[in-house]
Structure formats: structure tokens, C-alpha cells
């Protein structure tokens, strides 16, 4: 009886230090000291970031020394909304020699038509910039009632086929694995896939290749003073031969 209790403490103070250990490694990532991922800087060669106004006024000259080639920057989201930091951002990290796209939030209860409306009018038609980004991910009371297949492929081939039209190049879909399994996979298979994966080196579940990985939504760069303290960082799937002929 007295092995069985003895075996029985122990087992509790196992658990106790095994659950210890995961939130103090909860804890580390959580805060940015430690990064699960960390992809080879001689594999993946091409790095960036994205932003929006959450990052607040950006030095980009100073950003842009830490090793950053490309900057995807934020700006709309749904039918009517554009970042505030659209524009300075779009003119900063240009002069800064950066390579720059820009994304658009795509909204659930929007049309595509009135959403690829609001890209249009904000984003300009420049040959130098990178294919525009579209961010679909679950947001708010979607991660419990997630909208309907069949409506969200509908309405994001609306906006993917009036950016194409306007801008002529495909856009680009910035997706989690949660959206990509339920609204992507197998389906819109002429589109560049831009992957957020912050744990491990992400894998498609229908064997696509992808083109970005947003590795680290934690870090901690130089040259940003937003309400944001962290910045989302990524790589590109080629090496820089294939950079500089990618979206050109």
C-alpha cells in the first residue's frame, strides 16, 4: 500500500513538473525570447515582414537593415475599410529598397465585388510592386460558426477574378491551416499560397507547394513604435535567383 501511495506522489509531481515546464515554454514563445520556428537562413535566403497600423509610425531605412528583402503592408479589409498607415507605409518601405506588396482582409459578409471595389480604389497599379495579398483566416465568431463553404469560395473567386482583371497578375492568399483546410485546399489552384505555420515547417494537406511561410508572429525587430510590440516575420520559398524574377 505504502509503494502504491509512494508511486502515486510521484506520478503527481511528474504531471505538476511536466505542466510547469510547458507554461514556462508557453510563456518564453509567448513573450518572444524563443521562437519554435527558425528557418535556415541558408535554405530560405529571402526574408520579410508584414505590418499594418498596429506596428504605428516605422522607420523603415532601420527596419530594412535587419536583414528584410520584402514587406507585405495592410491595406483594406471587408468593402470599406483602409488602413491609416496604408499610404506612409507604402511610400516608406518603397524608398527604403524593399521589395513591397500589400494585402487585403477578406471579409465573411462582404461581396467580393465590393471588396476587390476597395482594393482597387487604394492600391495603385504599379509594375514594381509584388502580386497583391489577399488574408483569409478565421476572425471573431467564425472560429465557432465557421461561414459556409460554398459562399466563401464563391465571393473570394468574385474579388481574385476582378484583381486579376485590374492589376493583371493573380493575387496571393494568405491563409492559417485551420482556412486553408476547410475553404482552399484543392481548390483555386493558380494562386500563390502565403502559409502561417508558427510551430513547425508547414506542409499542405492536398500536397501544394507554397510560395511565403509566416514562420513567427513574435518577433522583435528595430525601427517600430506601435501600440504592436511584436512584428510578423516570413520567408520565400526560393533562393534569390527565383526572387528576382518572382511577381516581376
Known amino acids: 500500500m505504502r509503494s502504491r501511495r509512494r508511486g502515486a506522489r510521484w506520478l503527481i509531481v511528474g504531471v505538476a513538473a511536466v505542466m510547469v515546464t510547458m507554461g514556462l515554454v508557453a510563456g518564453v514563445v509567448w513573450a518572444g525570447v524563443v521562437h519554435p ?15 499594418s497600423r498596429y506596428q504605428g509610425d516605422i522607420d523603415w531605412p532601420v ?12 491595406a483594406t479589409e471587408g468593402s470599406t475599410l483602409v488602413d491609416p498607415r496604408f499610404a506612409a ?3 516608406g518601405a518603397t524608398a527604403a529598397g524593399l521589395r513591397v506588396g500589400t494585402y487585403h482582409f477578406f471579409s465573411f459578409t462582404s461581396g467580393g465585388t465590393t471588396q476587390a471595389d476597395n482594393v482597387i480604389r487604394t ?11 489577399v488574408d483569409l483566416e478565421f476572425y471573431g465568431d467564425f472560429w465557432l460558426h465557421p461561414a459556409p463553404v460554398e459562399d466563401v469560395r464563391r465571393e473570394l473567386a468574385v474579388l481574385l477574378d476582378a484583381l486579376v482583371a485590374h492589376y493583371g497578375r ?43 511561410w509566416q514562420f513567427s508572429d513574435r518577433y522583435r525587430l528595430d525601427g517600430y513604435a506601435g501600440e504592436e510590440r511584436f ?3 516570413n520567408v520565400f520559398a526560393g533562393g534569390r535567383d527565383h526572387w528576382e524574377r518572382y511577381g516581376r
Open 37 to 51: 520556428n527558425n528557418p535556415s537562413g541558408e535554405r530560405y535566403p529571402v526574408r520579410g515582414v508584414d505590418v
Open 170 to 212: 493573380r493575387p496571393i492568399v494568405y491563409t492559417t491551416s485551420e482556412a486553408y483546410d476547410r475553404y482552399l485546399s484543392g481548390a483555386f489552384p493558380d494562386v500563390d499560397i502565403w502559409i502561417r505555420d508558427v510551430w513547425r515547417t508547414p506542409s499542405l494537406p492536398d500536397g501544394r507547394p507554397w510560395t511565403f
Open 89 to 91: 507605409n507604402l511610400d
Open 63 to 74: 527596419l530594412a537593415r535587419q536583414g528584410i528583402d520584402f514587406a507585405f503592408i495592410k
Open 231 to 233: 512584428i510578423d516575420v
Open 123 to 133: 492600391v495603385p497599379a504599379r509594375a514594381d510592386l509584388l502580386p497583391v495579398a
